[in-house]
């Protein structure tokens, strides 16, 4: 494999700059990092929190950060089932 050194250094940097990107989206519109969940919660809270964000991202009819559309999620009942009927749920 004739792959430099400077390729397989970006490849990992972009890797490692895509999981903290993810990490701290979760950490803001969910405060994850503050989470006392422990063993199967911890592990079940982190794949509904990244499902949310997943369709809370998907989601164009409303502008604003995604903690935003978490709360209005919360707030609207007609805009969570709105959510849940595009994605599939």
Do not use: C
Not at 58 to 81: C, P, Q, V
């Amino acid at each position: 494999d004739n792959t430099k050194p400077e390729e397989i250094a970006s490849a990992i940097r972009q890797h490692w700059s895509i999981e903290n990107n993810l990490h701290w989206q979760l950490d803001v519109t969910f405060r994850e990092d503050y989470s006392k969940k422990v063993k199967n919660a911890a592990r079940n809270f982190s794949v509904a929190t990244k499902m949310a964000l997943t369709i809370l991202k998907k989601d164009k009819t409303t502008k604003g950060s995604m903690n935003l559309k978490r709360l209005k999620a919360g707030w609207d009942e007609k805009y969570l089932s709105q959510l849940l009927q595009n994605n599939n749920f």
